[in-house]
């Protein structure tokens, strides 16, 4: 994120226009946490994880009253121009300080990557990459033919990121929220495994799947036969981190492009990323609808464990 | 590369196929370096740099009786449909090989990411990464402010990995093949940043660019006044390194498509990433054709480094 | 432990001996897994984790019968001389097929670093730098002053790996097998961290902690006021991932130690770095021993976390 | 450095002393460039690369002037004890203040490890692993059979550095300013290195090596026979990226310790590691002195280069 605010405020000086940072978000934004950004501060945060403007989440802007005094706070402080960046929360946010006079443009992030109208959000690349480190790790001593690896990945409503984490950590199951997987044979798929002679049985397990990693964990355990499950819990881990290039590259195209959409008259888009450019679309239309999980990538994870064809959990 | 030999493999046992690897290229294809592939030997690939099957030049490749030869050679030995992986002069020649009769489809892995008709190739987010955390590094000390850093990135024709990392580094300036940067100005642009007391001076130079890395390195160090500069050339770094999330997915997902795509009967085609879907597109469109460095992302990479308006080299 | 048994195998080859590799250690010796050795074998595993000869436990070797039987089992292969790489377990098997009259050397590898007799052990620098990256990224995001993060980072006797890793990471607290944490005092200290205003609060637990991970969780959690804990699980992550150069150059300096004393007629000893030197000791004065936690360390460890003095769970 | 300067200050803070930051080094106590610290401001530096302090060179200093005039700027400013982190310069900068009667205490941070009296310097693991990292890429995709691969690293004075990454990276060769290298012995390693198939052929060599990477990578590409050579060259990269583990624990004991000396009345000592210990030295023993490179080191290097035995460029 710290590099979407990077961009924005460098946007804003080229155009000669002033940049204030809000702290903690609309919590920040109510109580009137406004932080005038430099040339020079923004230098040094482009490496930097997290966020250097800090979130926060905020009761009083869930209400019309809240929502009423945020646009009148950023009127009082003279700001002609909101960028708001954060996932369907933040982005709901914005729609609704729109609907109250305020212009402003939306940037999406969040891991979860399922906002609608944009191939990807920022935030996605780098949680993956997180992740998918954690799986190449365990895959190196994974050698033991009758262990089982569970790892919780973050998603409580949304398996992108452990499907795609799966994918790239050449996992041999992946359990996500949209899709309800048959228990009798994810634990024959981890039998054949053993008999196949494969090396490692690791499984990607989204927070929020039906078929819990802590469940997953016992189920295994006690399965008997000598069959043991470790777990591991990334939780936190895949928030931070420098970002990638990728995410850095996205933060600043959106960042700038915000700035410019702004300067053009845009009030209430979110800039999206489709191919190789960004593109601006209603935050009307992108609120309240998500991206749904592509159910041939899911199909592809299984192909790509490389089990017999008789063997399914789908 | 492994993902995706790992996933047309996978692909092509899920269709009861063979798989064969064929080493060291259109050289190995010619000198007849088959290696039936199974699923056991692709499963632990995923993770690493480089390519288990090698890669070589061919000169005789390069003539019509070499590539006839090359797809004689592959009717002999019963190959029914051939993925071909690589850049420019791969997917070149993978066309040839069509025009002869072989059943081919190619995926686009390249550093440069110059191919045209699809966002990105395979290769191009690993080596945009490990620039990015050498410039990281060298921004961690670049205290000093009568010191410039030049760093060298591959891209003899093409400036995308220069730009991108520079931009994701946050470098102060980018010299690429594509546009002729005017020299009194770059010069003009770093004493400006000391006097800003900007705490780093960083070049990110393409190896094909008009101004050289070694050239600028010494146009600094003959400027006199104290001034320094200190170059680093990543050199063959670029090329290595465990793959990237992005990298495995695309590589996984174009690996999938392209055995897809054979079994549906498509030949002279390449698989492109647009926007989150796989694309199918002929050969011939791409082959000869290269995406053009956009000027856009060349006039914000100034934006962003934050020089006052007056101060532009491009 | 892959870049000691390349040490050792080409320190054997500069010998003109032959070099066998055990698989799946003393079990895998039972078994007879013997595989001879090549120069280009060991060729490219200096940078891969775990370890390319398989570990497994045995509980027929844990008998006088089957230390007996192993070592009649080395002797009818011909094998002249013994190197066992491992932990406290592995070291102690080494001192029973050394009663039973076979010539061996140990090399202490474990990520507790217990081992006696040496400062460090092959693991336990990479280990420690896995465990510290997932700290690093935890504290990017630990910016909600009401947050506690517990990370369970492995040690079930032993809490170097937690000690040094909070140490490393800025932990506000450390919980350990070797020391009882007064329990109200670290909520106290986690309390005193709002007041002061610190953005964040993470606690690093070894797994044999006498208040576990879990524990503190809970605790933090049905504490009330708003006050939430998150927790990371590391599990086998720390296990694996390419070496770093400390242990690569550890592991290649005690191998290639291993048969130099061999060489020169050395048995039951173990090689132990001291200071920059590799020396020899008696395994019998090894195993059964083990390195102590350094109070002073643990100490220094509250100090660096910067609480106001009255502050302390120790 | 940073976690050094962390500990400092809150070993400072835990005896009730203030502490003071001169930035800049020599040239920034000389001008009085002199920053009170704070416990929250040291909180979040301990995982950042470089120095918040900075560093500088001062030819003032280096005069019997400018140290007398140093000593009283630190009486003046009421400063009664001093930590000094750096190589021999530095140090040596110390001991002449000692001999003004400033009470100093160094503690050795150099990338070089030359300095006398410690098993090892901050700075020095850090350093290490960047290089490695570029090793290991290049190893990668170095699988043309007649290509060379030359990587030069820091090391002016001394090959440390070179040495050590060129053993963690499985180099075949290595050039250091401390041994001359026999220029058609290690022409000929490189030839022989093809006949035995090796897939790479990687030299590290030493900034001040007798033979330069340069000079070698001429001597390659001019020996013709279609043999190639490419050259990557580090430069500052090695000095930035955020610490490693044993290098933040290092800087935090040594750190300490300063405290605890100066607290206990030492005064132009230095801190020394010595095996799991830290140790007092006096600077004067220390300055003047270095830690020459281990020969047998530089043998081992050879022997795990994995040659037959009549090559050797030694």
């Known amino acids: 994120m710290n590099a979407a605010v990077r961009a924005v405020a460098r946007m804003a000086f080229a155009r000669h226009w002033e940049a204030v940072g809000i702290e903690a978000g609309y919590r920040g934004l109510l109580e009137g946490q406004f932080q005038p950004l430099s040339n020079r501060m923004v230098g040094g945060i482009l490496q930097r994880g997290g966020t250097v403007l800090g979130t926060a989440r905020s009761t009083e802007f869930a209400t019309p009253e809240g929502q009423e005094r945020a646009a009148r706070k950023l009127e009082k402080a003279g700001v002609e121009g909101l960028v708001v960046i954060g996932g369907e929360g933040s982005l709901t946010g914005a729609l609704r300080l729109q609907e109250r006079g305020v212009k402003v443009v939306g940037i999406p992030a969040t891991i979860d990557n399922d906002v609608w109208g944009t191939d990807t959000a920022i935030g996605v690349d780098t ?131 915000a700035v410019k959409a702004l300067s053009e008259g845009a009030s209430g888009m979110m800039i999206g990323l489709q191919g190789r450019r960004m593109e601006l679309l209603p935050l009307s239309e992108v609120v309240g609808r998500s991206h749904p999980l592509d159910p041939d990538i899911y199909e592809m994870a299984e192909v790509l464990a490389g089990f017999p064809e008789e063997v399914s959990y789908r």
Chains 1, 2, 3, 4 share one sequence.
């Open 127 to 257: 949680a993956l990459n997180t992740a998918l480190e954690a799986i190449d790790r365990i895959k190196d001593t994974a050698s033991s033919h009758q262990r089982a690896h569970v790892v919780e990945v973050m998603g409580r409503r949304c398996g992108y990121l452990a499907l795609m984490s799966a994918i790239a950590g050449g996992a041999e199951a992946v359990l996500v929220p949209e899709f309800e997987p048959r228990r009798e044979e994810i634990m024959r798929a981890f039998q054949k495994s053993w008999e196949q002679g494969k090396p490692h049985f690791i499984v990607v397990v989204a927070e929020g799947a039906p078929l819990s990693a802590e469940e997953f964990h016992e189920f295994v355990n006690e399965a008997g036969g000598g069959v043991e499950s470790r777990i591991t819990v990334l939780g936190h881990v895949q928030r931070g981190g420098s970002p990638t290039a990728f995410d850095r590259i996205l933060a600043s195209r959106m960042g700038t492009a």
